[in-house]
């Protein structure tokens, strides 16, 4: 277990600015639900490349004052009682007053499977100003390379149980085995897990038991960690993982099931379920993932869901198609070979990357839809657990009196966790300071404070006009901290313009002809050349095909049924585009949209 070492507190507790909290091990980079790792003890030396460590401490001078400190990271490998130091990394860092909780991550190994890490013990200690404030012990065991991926060398399952109890109820030399639990009664529903040993070594078997509701929601779960003794080939082993409480009252009526997972591979499922009474029997055990019988909502969820590899290429094949944005497509594809980067060497991905972006430039650039797909490509990434947009702008997040904008932002923040908070024209949140009925300022600060709170469960991207966007930024040195990139949408330029008309054209089953076509590039080029920040780009074009659909339906109803032919229900003519003039306001400014010709 991750247990701390030495605590300063006791001696000088007036400068120590730091309570320990953990330190967690894991060998994938694949970020899980809640912003975890899949955290381990054990690892199989054929399954590992580097070895990644998350060290976190509690902020002691929280909402109180910045500090500086110096973390030090080091890997040991036991070897009896001499510690054999492998790594020495070193973070300088700066813990601001509004980090609750502050993460160090680091790793170290080596890229090729089974090349760095060999059987045997080992540790990951924590140092903050040379003060050594934890460790945490994890072990690499090594029967071979298995012949084929997720073979289980180790073990095979002899049987799983189930029975109720209190928090010894695995002790009792009898049990009354269950396939079915009183509600009203049941305190902790227990596993009787036997399994039989394969091998001549010892080694630590690590295993997780994880307990879902029917909608795949997870109950609880209880990680097991037990020690095969050497030369016991063949030897039953029974272990006891339970969850529950004490006073019954956890456990609702509804269909469980309790998932096996060893090595990260699920390698078993045992269906049950909570009743109005008890019904005894040997629950019937699924090996592996595949079962026919039970498609729970969980399991129809994950065979729904797309594979993260083939989301990540769909989502860039959907923003490479997008019409112009040049700027913007390579920075995304840049963005994501530099995550994989990260990913493929060991390096934290959070520590090198900010899920959090300034969208600049004027209306109908595309930012709203560049969002969505981002934030499909974060999931993608493995960065993300559901890669969802919510779109707010001011009004979403303010409210008119004293603490409606907290809990207005708060549900907003709470809508987005698993993907990314999308404020649009995010530089109005700052305007009107001093006014008693304005509260931007307030929606700010909540949003900075969960960006680093909850750092790596959702990204945040705010939009608006670029001069507007900077001034901003630059206002609050939280928000300019924060933000570290920047995506400059550029206008589209006529021929960018006139192909987004086609295709907006096509969506609706027509298509101009010749003299149309003519007549809507040059209204493109009049409307690119006069352009102001006002200027709607992909807007107006949407604009200019409404109404220009809409007057070929009219010309259509006007004639007899017999008349309309499959070609002039599929064709938009010159007249129906005519209205689009390049006509200039008394302003010197241009239509924007389209004027009625008188």
């Known amino acids: 277990m991750s247990t701390p070492t030495n605590n300063p507190e006791t001696s000088n507790a007036m400068t120590v600015k730091y309570k320990y909290r953990d330190i967690k091990v894991h060998s994938s980079d694949e970020w899980m639900a809640d912003n975890t790792k899949k955290y381990r003890k054990v690892f199989d030396r054929w399954e590992t490349t580097y070895q990644r460590v998350e060290f976190s401490f509690f902020n002691k001078l929280f909402d109180e004052a910045d500090w500086e400190a110096v973390v030090r990271l080091k890997c040991f490998f036991h070897n009896g009682s001499q510690k054999n130091e492998l790594c020495n990394l070193e973070q300088k860092r700066s813990v601001l007053k509004d980090e609750n909780i502050v993460f160090i991550r680091d790793s170290w190994g080596n890229g090729t499977p089974g090349a760095y890490w060999m059987r045997g013990d080992y540790s ?20 071979g390379q298995p012949a084929k991926p997720d073979q289980n060398q180790y073990f095979e399952i002899v049987s799983i149980k189930m029975f109720e109890g209190d928090g010894q109820a695995s002790t009792l030399p009898q049990k009354k085995y269950l396939t079915q639990f009183s509600q009203k009664d049941t305190r902790y529903v227990w596993g009787e897990f036997t399994f039989k040993n394969k091998t001549a070594k010892d080694y630590y078997a690590e295993i997780f038991f994880n307990f879902y509701d029917d909608a795949g929601q997870l109950k609880g779960s209880h990680p097991y960690l037990t020690y095969v003794n050497i030369n016991t080939e063949g030897k039953d082993y029974t272990i006891y993982p339970g969850w529950g409480g004490e006073t019954p009252g956890r456990w609702k009526s509804d269909a469980y099931t309790m998932e096996v997972v060893f090595m990260d591979t699920l390698i078993a499922t045992v269906p049950f379920a909570v009743g109005d009474s008890w019904i005894e029997g040997e629950t019937q055990m699924v090996a592996g993932a595949v079962n026919p019988v039970l498609q729970s909502a969980k399991q129809v969820n994950i065979v729904a869901n797309k594979p993260l590899e083939y989301l990540l290429h769909e989502s860039l094949g959907e923003l490479n198609s997008l019409t112009g944005l040049t700027t913007v497509k390579t920075e995304v594809n840049e963005m994501v070979k530099l995550v994989r980067f990260y990913q493929e060497t060991g390096k934290d991905v959070l520590n090198k990357f900010s899920l959090h972006t300034v969208f600049t430039g004027n209306p109908g650039t595309g930012k709203t839809t560049v969002a969505r797909i981002v934030a499909k490509i974060y999931k993608g990434l493995g960065i993300l657990e559901k890669g969802h947009l919510v779109e707010v702008d001011r009004e979403g997040l303010v409210a008119g009196y004293v603490g409606q904008t907290a809990i207005k932002t708060a549900e907003k923040i709470n809508e987005a966790m698993g993907g990314v908070l999308f404020i649009d024209e995010a530089y109005s949140l700052a305007t ?108 107006t074009v949407r604009q200019v095909v409404g109404e220009s659909v809409k007057n070929q339906h009219l010309r259509l109803a006007s004639m007899k049924k017999e008349e309309r032919t499959d070609e002039l229900m599929e064709t938009v003519i010159f007249e129906d585009v005519k209205e689009f003039e390049a006509k200039e306001i008394s302003d010197g400014r241009p239509t924007i949209g389209f004027r009625i010709k008188k």
Do not use: C
């Open 124 to 143: 990951w200690e924590a140092y903050i100003d040379e003060v050594k404030v934890g460790e945490s012990k994890f072990y690499i065991e090594d029967l």
């Open 432 to 539: 009107g300071k001093g006014s008693q009925y304005d509260f931007g300022g307030e929606a700010i600060q909540i949003i900075l404070k969960r960006m680093e709170d909850m750092r790596g469960k959702f990204g945040v991207i705010v939009a608006g006009y670029t001069d507007n966007m900077v001034e901003f930024v630059e206002s609050n040195p939280g928000l300019k901290s924060r933000f570290d990139k920047y995506f400059q949408f550029d206008d589209y330029s006529p021929e960018e313009m006139f192909t987004i008309a086609l295709g907006q054209f096509a969506r609706e089953g027509v298509k101009p002809d010749g003299a149309a076509i003519d007549h809507l590039k040059k209204y493109f080029d009049f409307l690119h050349a006069q352009r102001d920040k006002h200027f709607g780009n992909a807007r």
